[in-house]
């Protein structure tokens, strides 16, 4: 198991270190630690990889997308688990067919309902896109949470007074907490993660994101300036890195939730 894991974790290290060497130490000692710590790389990356600007996009994408994924998603999956609908169960099916059908298959026909909305190419598109894509595993995972509460919390409310949106927002949101930070990170590591929707749905370099970004920033340095590349890789990392570390937590609370789920 440790060597596993080692196996999982020694690529990240091997880029750290990668990004503190100059070129004639990687070549020359490709694996190990460097001997000489270039810190000119990291500037040197951001002056020659426009960093920032695609920085604000990536973050604006995920952070948007990721709102709008767990308001709507926490919605319906509330209205599934807790009120009394004929289509309930229809909709439910409609929904898991959500999460078999990837991005990729579905590329072309949204593409030219993009264009035909004249939302192709703009943050709009970006985020309805993202949006779309992530309700369906944020409503199945919090329908289970859901179904799991008693509706006593509700009512108690409503005797108190609350209408249904205070109940909502009130209570309920408050209880399912674990899963909603798990379905943060997972769908922000998606959206910013991605980078097929991202090069085929956007053609204007100030609208595209990191992942995107750092491949046209390979592409224009070429495969010699392996430190400067590291440098990028670390750069492009550090923000999910963060994400994860800071609700990791409460993932972990959410995962121990999940276990004990009706």
Same mark, same amino acid.
């Given at each position: $198991?440790?060597?596993? +894991?080692?196996?999982?974790?020694? /690529?990240?290290?091997?880029? +750290?270190?990668? =990004? &503190?060497?100059?070129i004639d130490?990687?070549? %020359?000692?490709? &694996? ?10 990291? /500037?040197?990356?951001?002056? =020659?990889?426009?960093? $920032? ?11 948007? =997308?990721?709102c709008l ?7 319906? %999956? ?9 289509? !309930? ?6 929904? @898991?067919?959500?999460?078999?059908? /990837? ?24 985020? &309805? @896109? ?6 369906? +595993? ?6 289970? #949470? ?9 009512? %108690? ?10 109940? #909502?927002? !009130? ?13 943060? @990170?997972?769908? &922000? ?32 340095? +070429?495969?010699?300036?392996?430190? $400067? ?10 923000? *999910?890195?963060?994400?994860?570390? *800071? ?12 276990? @004990?789920?009706?």
């Amino acid at each position: $198991l440790g060597f596993l +894991g080692l196996s999982f974790v020694y /690529p990240l290290i091997w880029v +750290g270190m990668m =990004s &503190f060497k100059s070129i004639d130490d990687i070549y %020359a000692n490709p &694996f190990g630690f460097p001997k000489e710590i270039v810190w000119e790389n990291y /500037p040197n990356a951001l002056k =020659s990889f426009d960093f $920032l600007k695609y920085l604000g996009n990536s973050l604006f994408y995920s952070l948007v =997308s990721v709102c709008l994924i767990l308001l709507f998603g926490s919605m319906l %999956a509330y209205f599934l688990a807790r009120m009394e609908c004929r289509f !309930s169960k229809l909709i439910m099916n409609y929904v @898991v067919i959500g999460i078999v059908i /990837p991005i990729s298959v579905t590329i072309i026909p949204l593409y030219m309902m993009m264009d035909r909305m004249h939302i192709r190419n703009t943050r709009l598109g970006m985020v &309805f @896109v993202y949006s779309s894509f992530g309700i369906a +595993g944020t409503v199945i995972m919090l329908y289970a #949470f859901l179904r799991s509460l008693p509706k006593e919390l509700e009512e %108690a409310a409503m005797i108190d007074g609350c209408s249904i949106y205070r109940a #909502f927002f !009130s209570i309920i949101i408050p209880c399912i907490k674990p899963a909603l930070f798990t379905r943060f @990170v997972i769908e &922000f590591m998606g959206v910013w993660n991605d980078y097929y929707a991202a090069y085929i749905l956007t053609s204007s370099n100030k609208l595209r994101t990191l992942q995107v970004g750092i491949r046209a920033f390979f592409v224009n340095i +070429g495969t010699s300036q392996w430190g $400067l590349i590291g440098a990028a890789m670390v750069l492009t990392s550090l923000p *999910v890195l963060i994400i994860y570390f *800071v609700f990791s937590e409460q993932i972990e609370n959410a995962l121990t939730a999940g276990a @004990v789920l009706k």
